[in-house]
């Protein structure tokens, strides 16, 4: 199965490369993540992302 992947400037199906050639970004996943109403993990990203703000913030 192949996933679908894109950069900032175009989409590919190709796993082997890593990095576009034109943008010079790293091709990342073209579908949103999964969502749930009952998601048990909320209050650990949340917490991830407070900490990561306090470090750009240093």
């Known amino acids: 199965m192949r996933l679908l992947r894109k950069c900032d400037c175009t989409y590919t199906i190709n796993q082997s490369i890593k990095m576009c050639e034109k943008c010079k970004t790293y091709f990342r ?3 949103p993540p999964k969502f749930s109403l009952h ?11 407070e900490i990561a703000r306090e470090g750009e913030e240093l």
């Open 29 to 31: 996943s073209a579908y």
């Open 39 to 49: 998601d048990k993990y909320a209050t650990y990203r949340r917490k991830m992302k």
